[in-house]
Each structure stands twice: as structure tokens, then as C-alpha cells.
């Protein structure tokens, strides 16, 4: 039975997603409070996250932010981004540092979904925080799915994102073959319906491709940082996530394309150019142009420079001026990003004195002095 809720929530970040769950708490009856980097017209709005964690008891986080945040034992903070499981492991510890809890609650639906309150929420964490925020994640979902231990979540929202990626490439590669083979695509979209390969995702993303609606619902660079997350932790297993690395590879071409913004459905484009406006024509390479350079199948270093750059763009700053390549190997120099999961290495020799931190990790830990709080849990998940 759901209870009622009569303390205040607070959101932070007002995107795609962010800014409908306030509108379906509100419609709930409950008293929201909402910070964006950007200030917006809207009821309630903050100066700051330190003043929303003063007003609220509940924080459901949707935005990177490197503002502390005063945290108390009657805090509950929601994290909703889709980080690697390690991230957000070290991101409990430090809310249970400060006296607070966490619960991890990853969603899948998008911004559809998020409009109409039929999100699906996997949850994990402490049972009685996952049991008293439950009617707040119900203000928003059609099913909440309880998972497990912090970072399990995380775990499965990576690998059921990984099917949907997958699901439109395919269907993007068989597009192509209809296209070329002189069928009209809508004779495909109706015959998907009657086949059991069919999917919620289809349904929505085929007729979308026919149409080139490639508005965006879930972007290519939030799918593509999933991929390479996804990707990292089958390095770290020993598996060789083919069909994950490919997807990786295909969402990464759109997102250099300059197109990171679109919906991740957009990588239709390399099969079937008649969904290319004139001006995407203009950027394809002709035949006296200069070949760009292979993506390899497993390039990590170039991925993650890739992932920076769009990451910077996404909160509005410039991306550094990468310094130029000098002559040698400078690999080991190369800083680790902080949100993906690094594969099986050899151990580097150990500090003079520092002892290894007692809390395991994915190797990219920082002192917690040189981030803001939750930067490193947040960051590239602006939805």
C-alpha cells in the first residue's frame, strides 16, 4: 500500500527527464524544490544544491553538480544516472560519510515514458530507504524492480541497455537490405509487428528511422558512454563483447559526425542515405578525399578522449587543448576516466608510503578533496 509523503523533494537537473518527474511529483501533491545549472521560469526554483539539501529531505539527481551539498542523517539522495557499478558504490560511501543514504535507481523509457509516468525503475540499496522513497519513483513508473546491493543496478541497466542498442543496429542493418533490394521499408515495419523479434523499442524506433525523425529520446552520446561502459567491464570479465564493441564503434562515428545530440537511433544513417539531410551529404568523404583514420575495434584511449570532448560541450565549457603528441610512449601518463570500469591489469609498484585505500575500486579513485561532491558520480548523465 502506498504511503503518503508529506516532506519535500528536491530535483536537480531539469533535462529531458528531470524536468517531467518534477511535473508528475507536483501532480502527485508533494512539494518540489528544482536547481539547473541553467536557472529555468519554474515554480520553487533554488539558488543553489546547497540550498535545495536545506529544504528537502528527499534528492533525486538527474544533472552532474560539483556543488557540496550539506547532507544529514534525514537525507535520502536518488541516484538515477547510469554510471559503472564501482562508481556508484564509492558514490554510497560518501553519502554514508556524511550520515545520509543512498538509493541507486537507474530507469528505462525515456523521455515517452517520463511523460507519461511509465517509467521502469531498477532499484537497489538499504530496504528501508528503497521502501520509504518508493512512492516518490511510483509518481513517475509504471514498475519499480527491486535488484539488490548498491551497484547491481547499475550492473543491469548497463546490460539491458546493451540489448537495445543492439536491437536497433540490427534493424538498422536490415533496413539496408530491404532499401537495396527494392522494397519499401513500411513493408518491413509491418511484418516486424507480426514477428516474435519485435520489441517495444522497434515499435518506436523503425518507424522513427523511415520518417529520419531522429529527435532525441535517449542520445547517442549517453548510449555511447553506456556502450563503452559496457564494453570496459567485458575487458575487465575477459569477454569479447562483439556485437557491444561494433554498437560502440557505430555510435561513436555519429557522435564525431556532430551528431552526440541526436537519438542514438540515428546510426540508421551509415546504412540507408536517404535518411541524410543535404547537409550531412556534405560531410560524407568523396572519393579524392582524404580516408579518415580506422576506428580500431578496441580503442579505449581514443574512446575516452571522444567521450571528454562531449562531455565538456554537454555542460556548456570548451574542451582543453589537447597538448601535442610527443615522440615515445606516453601511455602511462594518460589520465583514467572516473565513471567506467578498467580491465584486468598488472599492478602498478606501490606508492613510497601511501597505503592502498581499503575500499575496493575500478582503479580511478581521487581524493575526495579535488572533486565536488558527486561529480564523479554524475558526470556525462545530464538527461
Known amino acids: 500500500m502506498t504511503r503518503t509523503i508529506r516532506k519535500s523533494v528536491g530535483i536537480i537537473g531539469l533535462g529531458i527527464i528531470g524536468r517531467r518527474i518534477a511535473d508528475h511529483l507536483r501532480h502527485q501533491g508533494l512539494s518540489v ?78 523521455k515517452l515514458g517520463a511523460e507519461k509516468g511509465q517509467l521502469v525503475y531498477y532499484v537497489s540499496g538499504d530496504e528501508a530507504a528503497v521502501n520509504e522513497v518508493r512512492p516518490l519513483l511510483q509518481a513517475s513508473s509504471k514498475a519499480i524492480v527491486d535488484i539488490g546491493a548498491i551497484g547491481d543496478a547499475s550492473i543491469i541497466k548497463i546490460a539491458t541497455n546493451m540489448v537495445t542498442a543492439a536491437s536497433v543496429q540490427g534493424a538498422a542493418e536490415a533496413m539496408a537490405i530491404v532499401h537495396y533490394s527494392g522494397i519499401p521499408l513500411e513493408k518491413f515495419a509491418d511484418a516486424l509487428k507480426q514477428n516474435s523479434s519485435n520489441s517495444g523499442t522497434l515499435d518506436l524506433k523503425v518507424p522513427r528511422i523511415i520518417s529520419a525523425d531522429f529527435e532525441p529520446h535517449f542520445s547517442v552520446k549517453h548510449m555511447l558512454k553506456d556502450m563503452q561502459i559496457a564494453n570496459r567491464m567485458g575487458r575487465h570479465f575477459d569477454l569479447d563483447l562483439t556485437v557491444a564493441g561494433a554498437t560502440r564503434d557505430r555510435l561513436l562515428d555519429e557522435a564525431r559526425q556532430g551528431r552526440g545530440d541526436d537519438d542514438y537511433s540515428s546510426i540508421a544513417r551509415r546504412f540507408l542515405p536517404f535518411v541524410q539531410t543535404p547537409e550531412m551529404a556534405e560531410r560524407q568523404p568523396d572519393l579524392f578525399s582524404p580516408r579518415p583514420a580506422e576506428v580500431p575495434h578496441e580503442s579505449p584511449e581514443f574512446v575516452e578522449e571522444q567521450l571528454a570532448k562531449l562531455e565538456a560541450t554537454q555542460i556548456g565549457q570548451l574542451p582543453a587543448e589537447a597538448a601535442p603528441p610527443e615522440e615515445g610512449p606516453v601511455a602511462e601518463e594518460r589520465p583514467k576516466p572516473a565513471d567506467l570500469e578498467t580491465p584486468r591489469q598488472t599492478e602498478p609498484e606501490p606508492e613510497e608510503t601511501t597505503p592502498p585505500p581499503e575500499t575496493p575500486s575500478n582503479g580511478d579513485s581521487e581524493p575526495e578533496a579535488k572533486r565536488g561532491f558527486f561529480s564523479r558520480l554524475l558526470r556525462r548523465t545530464d538527461y
Open 33 to 110: 524544490f528544482v536547481w539547473n545549472r541553467t536557472p529555468r521560469p519554474v515554480p520553487n526554483f533554488v539558488g543553489s544544491p546547497a540550498e535545495l539539501a536545506q529544504t528537502c529531505n528527499y534528492l533525486q539527481l538527474f544533472v552532474s553538480d560539483d556543488d557540496a551539498m550539506s547532507l544529514t542523517p534525514r537525507h535520502i539522495v536518488i541516484a538515477h544516472p547510469t554510471v559503472s557499478p564501482d562508481t556508484m558504490r564509492e558514490a554510497a560511501a560518501l553519502v554514508e560519510r556524511r550520515g545520509a543514504r543512498l538509493v541507486e535507481a537507474p530507469f528505462t523509457g525515456s
